[in-house]
């Protein structure tokens, strides 16, 4: 499935930084859930522009993307089941823009964080408004 379907409805996120320099600038996001049972998966499709690194409920799962170029753009599916709980939960990325292009990206203008996903029925996505 590509990027463009697999997001479909999903928003980047990023701070407003229009006119700021994004040379080695850094962005934390989170999204807090609750479940009522914890599901035995829960697949996150997951990627920044330029690295991300990714916690469930203050647990490390996985950091990225694998290097790839913007067309299409590369993203990765992390099983976040093993780390949810019944009740509260939260999400939690640090997202990293290199500011220029790398050996690992092409730099485009653009930073940002973006998911997509579902755990037990709850919409873990970056839907607009959904994360801070």
């Not at 980047?12 to 930084?17: K, N, Q, R, S």
């Not at 035995?40 to 499709?45: H, K």
């Not at 485009?108 to 997509?116: D, K, M, S």
């Not at 579902?118 to 994360?131: E, L, M, Q, R, Y």
């Amino acid at each position: 499935m590509t990027s463009e379907k697999r997001f479909a409805g999903c928003g980047w996120l990023w701070y407003d930084h229009y006119g700021f320099d994004e040379v080695n600038s850094w962005m934390l996001a989170r999204k807090e859930f609750s479940l009522d049972e914890v599901p035995s998966s829960a697949e996150l499709a997951v990627t920044a522009d330029t690295r991300y690194k990714l916690y469930v409920n203050g647990e490390f799962v996985s950091f990225g993307p694998a290097r790839g170029f913007p067309s299409p753009y590369p993203f990765d599916i992390v099983d976040i089941a093993p780390f949810l709980k019944k009740g509260a939960n939260v999400l939690a990325a640090i997202a990293h823009q290199v500011g220029h292009g790398t050996f690992q990206s092409i730099y485009a203008g653009a930073a940002g964080f973006i998911a997509q996903g579902n755990a037990g029925g709850v919409d873990i996505g970056t839907k607009p408004g959904s994360w801070l």
